[in-house]
Every structure is written in C-alpha cells, then in structure tokens.
C-alpha cells in the first residue's frame, strides 16, 4: 500500500468490510510498539453488532496470556515486581 503525497492510503475493501468502514465513517491510527493500527470510530453500532464484535475481540485472545497457574494476586506482584516502599512485617 502506498502513501500518496496528501499523505492518504486506499483502506483495502475486506479491511473496510470487517471494521463497517464506509464513507464519511471516521477511523484513528494509533501508535504501537509493533508500527500502527487503524481504529474505526463507530458511534452509531447497534448494541448487537458492539456485542458480536466485542465477543470477537475477546476470542482472538485466548490462550495470549499463560498466568502459568498463577493466581491473580501472584500475577500483579509478579508484574509490578517487588515493593520496596511497602513495610512489611
């Protein structure tokens, strides 16, 4: 994909299909570590169409984060890491 020199891209049709893109729709482009993604802004979705897609959305992550048996209070120690400002006794 091309960037023309007004800075525009064609948004290819199977992408704007999946993300209910059509004209006037209003779309972001976010930073992230790996490039960026593209968000489309949809205010007006019914709440059946926010559900599939939020059902969706929670599908693909399965099985991304392995808490190898870890219980939530042991994940968050072990992602913050050790709190030397705590008192502990």
């Known amino acids: 994909m ?3 020199t007004k800075g525009q891209v064609t948004i ?7 993300l209910g ?5 209003e779309v972001e482009f976010l930073a992230t570590n790996d490039g ?6 949809n205010e007006n979705l019914s709440e059946e169409e926010a559900s599939r897609r939020f ?11 392995n ?3 870890m219980t939530a209070d042991e994940y968050v120690e072990w992602l913050r890491g050790p709190r030397e400002d ?3 006794d």
Request: no cysteine; proline share 5%.
């Open 2 to 4: 091309r960037v023309t």
């Open 12 to 18: 290819p049709k199977q992408i704007r299909d999946h």
């Open 21 to 25: 893109i059509g004209p006037g729709s």
């Open 36 to 41: 960026a993604r593209l968000v489309a802004v």
């Open 55 to 65: 059902r969706d959305t929670l599908a693909s992550m399965v099985g991304i984060l």
């Open 67 to 69: 808490l190898k048996d």
């Open 86 to 88: 705590l008192d502990v």
